[in-house]
Every structure is written in structure tokens, then in C-alpha cells.
């Protein structure tokens, strides 16, 4: 089994999840995006994105890379790499984007702190695909520090509409907002706040 292959009861029945929702942000303070990332969320509507991989390269991963900007490139971005965490209950395959506090560019490291799946249209079946990949990067988190006890974060998003979750032990929170990338001082305001709060 792959991670897009779960659906949220098997989440529960595998691996005691318990799904609830909420409103995962308040009060974020907004940030102001460079000309850069204007022009490159511009010409990614003029030229459009009709699939999930050119959603993601061109949406999704010039937020990232303003983000990581914005933070003196502190932590790592993988792109398109498998967290094979456990062949035997199907925490495996290709996760579309995650991050993490190590500095080491070559292959995963812990701490992963947030994952970003990408999606044609299917934003509420990218959750639960988020969802299967958070419960691996908190295994993947534990596994090399047995004392890690930080929130994980997610996002299934189609570059135009990001919806968020959050993984604190066994509780899996779907975020109620959802925001937009015409909105974009709002969602790096979301992303620094994940980074602020998971160092």
C-alpha cells in the first residue's frame, strides 16, 4: 500500500489516529511576498497548470523557495523523494515535498517539521494522502530521537487552495480555513508561524 492509497478509516484502525477539526491559526501575522514570488505566481496563472507536477512546480514550490528565503535557507526542502518508513503496515512512497530543520540536502533527515502534497483538484483526498504521511514523519522523527514530542504539520494543497493539518501524538487536526494563493501575505504568514513554532 501507498500513502494515497489509505483512506481515513484504515488511518484509524492501523495506527489509532483520531481525526477532529479545527481551527488550526489565529491571529497570524501576515508577510509581505517579494516581487519575485508575485511575478512567479503571475506567470503561473498566464500560462496555467494542468497537472499535479506543474502545479508543483509552478505554484507550490516558489512559495517554498520564498519561505526558505525568508528563514536564510535554515532549513531543507526535498522534492519528489519516498519516506519508505514501514513496508509491512504501507508507510511508503513519494511525498511531493517535505521539510525539514537538517541541513543535509542529499536524503531525508530528521527533524521533518512539514509536508506539502500537491494535487490536481482532489484537495480533500490529498488530506487524507497528507495525513498518511504525517503518521510516517513522526515515526521517521522518533525513530531518530525517541524523545521528539513536537506538533508535525501538513498541507494538501492545489496551489490555489491550501488546507492544513496538524499531528500532535495520536490526534490528526484538519484545519478549517482554507487559503488561497491570491491571498498569498496570509499563507507565508501560515507557513512562518509552522517554522516559528516547530523549531
Known amino acids: 500500500m501507498l500513502y494515497a492509497q489509505f483512506t481515513a478509516r484504515q488511518l484509524e484502525q492501523t495506527f489509532g489516529i483520531k481525526f477532529q477539526a479545527e481551527k488550526l491559526f489565529q491571529n497570524i501575522e501576515m508577510i509581505a511576498p517579494t516581487a519575485w514570488l508575485l511575478e512567479a505566481i503571475q506567470r503561473a496563472m498566464d500560462i496555467g497548470f494542468g497537472s499535479e ?54 536524503f531525508i533527515k530528521a527533524p521533518i517539521f512539514n509536508i506539502v502534497e500537491a494535487k490536481k483538484n482532489d484537495i480533500e483526498g490529498g488530506t487524507i494522502q497528507c495525513a498518511a504521511q504525517l503518521i510516517a514523519a513522526q515515526r521517521f522523527n522518533l525513530d531518530d530521537n525517541p524523545d521528539f ?35 498569498v501575505k496570509k499563507l507565508l504568514g ?9 523549531r
Open 149 to 183: 514530542n513536537k506538533a508535525i504539520y501538513g498541507c494538501s494543497t492545489t496551489g490555489v487552495e491550501w488546507r492544513f493539518l496538524k499531528l500532535e501524538k495520536n490526534i490528526l487536526t484538519i484545519g478549517l480555513d482554507r487559503f488561497y494563493i491570491n491571498e
Open 53 to 106: 507536477k506543474s502545479r508543483s512546480e509552478r505554484l507550490v514550490s516558489p512559495v517554498l523557495s520564498e519561505l526558505s528565503v525568508l528563514n536564510q535557507n535554515t532549513f531543507t526542502i526535498y522534492s519528489g523523494l519516498n519516506l519508505d518508513v514501514d513496508e509491512v503496515t504501507g508507510l511508503k512512497g513519494e511525498c511531493d515535498f517535505i521539510l525539514s530543520f537538517s541541513a543535509i540536502k542529499d
Open 190 to 198: 501560515v507557513l512562518q508561524h509552522i517554522i516559528n513554532i516547530s
